[in-house]
């Protein structure tokens, strides 16, 4: 659709600044859904890594900062790669790397075998 040059200005001003707040956009979307679920356990296992030594093998930098928060802010390019289902693929992965890590990791192993330092990250 043909659009004014102004609104175009405005469009691609605002297209990646995180403006749009999860809990305001429908929840039955289901990439928003799924990419919730999977940005939930990137968030909780972030706070393990950052207690391990050998974490800088794994980083999140791949995910915009603004996601990583808890109470993320979308913006139109973020939900546009969501649609597109490459945020989404790009979160899993994270995770799965993420997850990998901790299963192999002889500190990350010890931190999560200790209830005493599990209770204390409060997840």
């Not at 603004?66 to 289902?85: A, E, I, N, V």
Request: aromatic share 8%; hydrophobic share 40%.
């Amino acid at each position: 659709y043909p659009v004014s040059d102004l609104s175009k200005q405005l469009l691609d001003s605002l297209w990646f600044q995180p403006l749009f707040h999860l809990q305001t956009l429908n929840n039955r979307v289901k990439e928003l859904e799924r990419f919730r679920e999977v940005q939930d356990q990137l968030m909780d296992i972030q706070k393990l890594l950052n207690n391990c030594r050998f974490s800088p093998q794994v980083t999140f930098d791949q995910l915009p900062a603004h996601l990583m928060q808890r109470c993320p802010l979308f913006s139109l390019d973020d939900l546009q790669r969501l649609k597109k289902g490459q945020l989404g693929s790009l979160a899993k992965t994270l995770l799965h790397t993420a997850l990998k890590h901790v299963e192999s990791c002889e500190v990350s192993t010890e931190v999560t075998s200790c209830p005493l330092v599990w209770r204390s990250m409060a997840f």
